[in-house]
């Protein structure tokens, strides 16, 4: 992550960061977070082309407090910059700590 700044942003101030790639065949030249400053929760990330134009910004909102700690974002839209076109998830039904652990994620158990 590169330069931090502070920056105004919708319902308080946020820290800007920018990240580069280290993968010089990344389809992205660089990235934009804006984090709320008074938790660090991410609002947004800005993608940048190839050629450093802004491709999409993914925001995330509708924070929800899990196991009475974890905060996560209920809502994500991902917003191309060049078309117009959105796309929006939604979570209705998120849990943690369900007794998963990283085995239960091989390939063997998950199938080809």
């Known amino acids: 992550m590169e330069g931090a700044g502070e920056k105004a942003c919708e319902g308080g101030h946020c820290v800007e960061l920018e990240a580069t790639p280290k993968d010089a065949a990344s389809a992205y030249s660089r990235r934009v977070l804006l984090l709320d400053s008074s938790d660090y929760r991410i609002r947004s990330i800005s993608f940048f082309d190839r050629k450093g134009e802004l491709l999409k910004t993914l925001t995330y909102d509708d924070y929800q407090k899990l196991n009475e700690k974890f905060l996560r974002a209920q809502r994500w839209t991902m917003t191309n910059a060049q078309t ?23 390939t063997g158990k998950l199938g080809n």
């Not at 979570?91 to 085995?103: D, E, I, N, P, Y």
């Open 84 to 106: 117009g076109k959105k796309t929006q998830i939604r979570f209705t039904a998120m849990k943690l700590s369900t007794g998963l652990s990283a085995t239960d994620f091989s």
